[in-house]
């Protein structure tokens, strides 16, 4: 018995957990992030927590490196290479638009340049029979192609990547696989996206999309991975170590430089974890996930102790990423998030962000822009002399003065113009919470809002109230909550199969024996990932009325695909539409398009230690706090860590600790549990 360190590096903090695995104790790390390098970061963070890494036993990493990447278009030059005469399609996309009447929207840009797309001369039909064959000849003009295209390249090689992409490569991949070969072969030390590997779907664009973003990341994840691997054995670390998944899961780190796709949303699943484990422990099988950092806020759902996850993720509108994901809303709505005054004058709020470096102006650091963090400092819900426990002394003068700035712009005094930015935040995240409950049939009012991330205990209140939440959780650590989440996560493969099948004409034992063919592969690759007991399996087929574009996934029965099973299938797919849409066709005929499997092996999930008995913690200090614009309150000033179950808080009050500061505001109450997780309710 050693101890699990949890780690999630964000584009503004990284956040360390060290639980001691035979008691339950909890040590916690907070530093800013260094995103040049992120590793040294996460090493300096090892380093100031003064762990003797030889003695862990268990390591894993959620990271936002790659979604950054791809957000702030950081990634490698991709080459895309495709069947001949489908190079557009990155840049055809969909028909579709953001803005149904906004003629001057543009489509985004592919993550790649019309240039570096390339086609060679193959195809298969969507039934996996040649067309068009694949010639020696032909992939020698393609690496000639490339050459030509790479002499005018810049820097080292490690900044490329190769993407490729061709027509049905789903069904029949062995044309890809000679290329990728021969790509080795001649450009060794590239890295090299394969569709059938990364995306295995019918979609094109869809496909095409998924694996250039793929290629984009890999070089830069790879050299991270890399990096923070060496230093860990430098350190003393001899284990395999983790990194958690998109889907909840976590993959050996190896394994993670080859499938950086995968990634995208890792550093984001870890709190939906963490926040379903304090919603189970708090007696709520409903609950609302509230991830608000330095530069972004996260929102998901968990309904019936049930995660919900998609296949459905977009770098932004129109540019899609095709991999399993827990379902969130992410927002540009964090504590740097800029105060700024449109065209019109009115006071708007994100989703531009001051980030780490400069950061908000009251980190002296040279940010001027009225932040998110600036209103709070001015309002006085935030202690300019305990941030991050005082390493991060705020300089008070300068937020005044950024937030002053913007006041003269909406003619404002300063004060209104703080309490009007935190309300504009707090509207704009209530309203993502709404489109992920209301607009789906789910009553907020049954759902407790778990908050976490460094500014969500800050703000967690007023957002209940707009929504309307039972109760609000607060995590112990709340700034840490996704690192913790990462020790709570199981190991995770998904796999899936696409073919179209009629309900009219089924080969029922082709289709079993390739959902036993997709249980045996998850279950191989959840053997290479470490996991060695008996996994749990989940399988369901994407279904969809014959002539329609999209599908519902629908479970499929456990055992084998028998006619009874058939039905079952058929049945729960009209259910499913009925209820979804308010009616179903009757006798039409319904198609298959794809079979998955998820094999879960589930980790040993660490508890907290309980809080010890004391006496009931008295405030440490006073200080004048604006719940509204008019006139400051006296608030007493509390320590989390002197709260145990005995307390009992009524606001206005503030919480603070190392890494989050909570608000509680007049007319509620806060409670702790026995193991540390608070409780917010409005009398």
């Not at 949303?265 to 974890?273: D, K, M, T």
């Not at 977009?314 to 994901?325: D, K, N, Q, R, W």
């Not at 708007?348 to 980030?355: D, N, T």
């Not at 997709?518 to 969809?544: C, K, M, T, W, Y």
Request: hydrophobic share 40%; charged share 20%.
């Amino acid at each position: 018995m050693g101890v699990r360190i949890g780690i999630d590096t964000g584009g503004t903090f990284t956040d360390l957990v060290v639980m001691d695995e035979p008691t339950g104790q909890v040590d916690v790390v907070k530093l800013p992030s260094t995103p040049d390098e992120p590793s040294r970061a996460i090493l300096a963070a090892l380093e100031q927590a003064g762990i003797d890494t030889a003695n862990a036993t268990y390591l894993v990493l959620g990271t936002t490196v790659a979604v950054n990447a791809l957000l702030q278009r950081r990634g490698a030059r991709v080459l895309y290479i495709t069947t001949e005469g489908f190079e557009d399609v990155p840049f055809l996309q969909r028909v579709d638009r953001k803005f149904h009447y906004d003629l001057d929207w543009e489509r985004p840009l592919p993550l790649v340049a019309r240039r570096d797309c390339l086609g060679i001369r193959e195809r298969v039909d969507y039934k996996g029979e040649t067309v068009t064959a694949l010639t020696a000849e032909e992939i020698e003009d393609l690496i000639a192609a490339i050459r030509e295209r790479l002499a005018d390249v810049d820097g080292e090689p490690a900044d490329l990547a190769f993407a490729l992409n061709f027509l049905f490569s789903y069904v029949r991949p062995d044309h890809e696989a000679s290329v990728r070969e021969a790509l080795s072969e001649a450009f060794p030390g590239i890295p090299i996206s394969a569709s059938h590997e990364v995306a295995p779907i019918w979609r094109e664009y869809e496909r095409a999309s998924t694996t250039i973003a793929d290629a984009a990341v890999k070089p830069l994840l790879s050299r991270f991975i890399g990096s923070l691997d060496a230093g860990l054995r430098e350190r003393g670390f001899t284990r395999s170590w983790s990194v958690m998944k998109s889907n909840g899961g976590q993959m050996l780190a190896e394994t993670a430089g080859e499938r950086p796709v995968q990634t995208v949303l890792s550093g984001l699943s870890g709190g939906i974890i963490a926040g379903q484990a304090f919603g189970a422990e708090a007696g709520a099988s409903n609950v609302i996930t509230f991830d608000m950092g330095g530069t972004s806020t996260d929102v998901g759902v968990v309904a019936d102790d049930r995660i919900r996850y998609t296949t459905a993720w977009e770098i932004e509108f129109g540019l899609p990423v095709a991999a399993p994901f827990i379902e969130m809303t992410t927002m540009g709505a964090g504590g740097g998030s800029i105060a700024w005054v449109n065209k019109g004058g009115l006071l708007q709020v994100g989703p531009q962000s001051a980030g780490a470096v400069p950061g908000p102006a009251c980190y002296s650091q040279g940010g001027e822009e009225a932040t998110v963090t600036d209103a709070n400092v001015v309002l006085g819900r935030l202690n300019p002399d305990n941030f991050l426990g005082g390493d991060l002394p705020l300089d008070a003068d300068l937020a005044f003065r950024a937030i002053e700035r913007t006041a003269r712009e909406v003619g404002l005094p300063p004060v209104d113009t703080a309490h009007a930015v935190v309300e504009i935040a707090v509207e704009n995240i209530a309203e993502a919470m709404r489109l992920l409950t209301v607009q789906r049939g789910l009553d907020p009012r049954v759902f407790s809002l778990v908050a976490f991330g460094g500014a969500g205990p800050l703000h967690a209140a007023a957002i209940a109230r707009v929504i309307g939440t039972r109760a609000t959780l607060i995590p112990p650590h709340p700034g840490l909550c996704s690192a913790f989440g990462t020790l709570l996560a199981d190991i995770r493969v998904d796999k899936t199969w696409t073919h179209l099948v009629r309900s009219d004409a089924p080969d029922l034992a082709d289709l079993d024996a390739r959902l036993n063919g997709l249980v045996q592969e998850a279950v191989e690759d959840l053997g290479r990932e470490g996991f060695a007991g008996a996994p749990a399996i989940h399988r369901s087929a994407n279904v969809r009325y014959l002539g329609q574009n999209y599908e519902e996934e629908i479970p499929i029965p456990e055992g084998p695909l028998t006619h009874d099973a058939w039905r079952q299938l058929i049945g729960g797919f009209e259910q499913h539409y009925e209820a979804e849409y308010g009616y179903r066709i009757a006798n039409e005929v319904i198609e298959i398009v794809q079979l998955n499997v998820s094999a879960v092996g589930a980790a040993s999930k660490p508890q907290l230690s309980t809080l010890p008995e004391q006496p009931p913690a008295p405030p440490r200090a006073q200080r004048r706090v604006y719940f509204n614009p008019r006139e400051p309150v006296a608030c007493p000033i509390y320590e989390r860590g002197d709260l145990s179950p005995v307390d009992v808080i009524l606001g206005p009050a503030v919480i603070e600790e190392l890494d989050s500061t909570t608000l509680v505001h007049p007319g509620q109450t806060l409670t702790v549990g026995s193991r540390g997780l608070a409780s917010l309710v409005w009398a």
